[in-house]
Nanobody, 126 residues
Framework: VQLQASGGGLVQAGGSLRLSCAAS????????VGWFRQAPGKEREFVAAVRWGDSRTYYADSVKGRFTISGDKAKNTVYLQMNALKAEDTADYYCAATRFSPIISAIRRESQYLYWGQGTQVTVSS
């Protein structure tokens, strides 16, 4: 499966952006789809994930209440709506998909994700 991430850009603090992750070559089926981010000089970290089968969502504490992950099964696309953006949200954002639905305790682990899209850059100015 190929993943195409888009929607990044420059926004002022407090603003909003919506990232998209479109899949081709294979539907998400029973996968989980996640967003990760990597800020300059930092390790990549988990942001949010959705289990395609039951639409359950999971978030990092740092984005809970501000970001919303959702999926459109007809379009085979996952979205990350980011509101109330902060300077510390500045990073390259990557979408990724697992091959099979992971157990809940593992859904935040990078190692569970087999397919990765290219990054889309988000810059939040303060």
């Amino acid at each position: 499966v190929q993943l195409q991430a888009s929607g990044g850009g420059l926004v002022q603090a407090g603003g909003s952006l919506r990232l998209s992750c479109a899949a081709s070559g294979r539907t998400f089926r029973s996968s989980a789809v996640g967003w990760f981010r990597q800020a300059p000089g930092k390790e990549r970290e988990f942001v949010a994930a959705v289990r395609w089968g039951d639409s359950r969502t999971y978030y990092a504490d740092s984005v809970k209440g501000r970001f919303t992950i959702s999926g459109d099964k007809a379009k085979n696309t996952v979205y990350l709506q980011m509101n109330a953006l902060k300077a510390e949200d500045t990073a390259d954002y990557y979408c990724a998909a697992t091959r099979f639905s992971p157990i809940i305790s593992a859904i935040r682990r990078e190692s569970q994700y087999l397919y990765w899209g290219q990054g889309t850059q988000v810059t939040v100015s303060s």
